[in-house]
């Protein structure tokens, strides 16, 4: 089954304690992108990667680092954690072509609800 | 720069009756539109996406789009609504054509009524 997993799907920490959240495709995905999700504000992007060792800044990348060291991984790390960085994260995957085709469209996964104390 | 609103935060409809929920779109160039739900503590499952051809757009469960230049305009329709449609929409347009990425409107919470 295709599929974007991602985890944990919860966490609790507290200010400053490092945290990764793992991100994972089985569609052979080029691009791969991290949102937050925030009531009033929509979906947004935080960072992406069009390949493996390729990353890039989103729209709200502050306090937030990836890494694309293999093709169907996409982890999410931060490194100082603060509570406005409390938000529901969703990784989300598509295949990366430069025209978009009838098929492509962008898998996402579960979630991730963050809580920053 | 590109951008889509949802001009509702809620719609509120009876089971049965026909249900809209609202977007526009401000693009430069042509316009790769989609439509997102999400059910209470699930991702986003993808519903119906505009990329060109035909302005009307069926999707998934029921619903179908329709893309209107002239408005600009990707509103999300059903004839029929079901308790279990209650969920948050969101509405999306692809950030240029040489992205995969989405910007995506605010949302909007759907409320189907017995």
């Known amino acids: 089954e295709a599929q974007v997993t991602q985890n944990p799907r919860y966490l609790i920490t507290v200010t400053g304690k490092k945290l990764t959240v793992t991100c994972s495709q089985n569609?052979?995905?080029?691009?791969m992108s991290w949102y937050r999700q925030d009531p009033g504000l929509g979906l947004r992007q935080i960072y992406y990667s069009m390949n493996v060792e390729v990353t890039d800044k989103g729209d709200v990348p502050e306090g937030y680092k990836v890494s694309r060291k293999e093709k169907r991984n996409f982890p999410l790390i931060l490194e100082s954690p603060s509570p406005n960085q409390t938000s529901l994260y969703f990784c989300?995957?598509?295949?990366?072509?430069?025209?978009?085709?009838?098929?492509?469209?962008?898998?996402f996964g579960p979630g991730t609800r963050l809580t920053v104390l | 720069a590109q951008s889509v609103a949802q001009p509702e935060d809620q719609v509120n409809v009876a089971e049965g009756n026909p249900l809209t929920v609202k977007c526009t779109y401000s693009v430069s160039g042509n316009p790769y539109l989609f439509w997102y739900v999400q059910y209470p503590n699930r991702g986003l499952q993808f519903l119906l996406k505009?990329?060109?051809?035909?302005?009307l757009v069926k999707g998934s469960y029921g619903f179908e789009a329709e893309f209107n230049k002239s408005q600009t305009s990707f509103h999300l329709k059903k004839p029929s609504a079901l308790v279990s449609d209650s969920a948050l929409y969101f509405c999306?347009?692809?950030?240029?054509?040489?992205?995969?990425?989405?910007?995506f409107g605010t949302g909007t919470r759907l409320q189907v009524f017995p």
């Open positions: 999306a347009v692809r950030d240029g054509r040489n992205t995969d990425k989405l910007i």
């Open positions: 505009y990329i060109t051809g035909d302005n």
């Open positions: 989300a995957s598509s295949s990366g072509t430069a025209d978009p085709q009838p098929s492509d469209t962008q898998y």
């Open positions: 569609m052979n995905h080029e691009y």
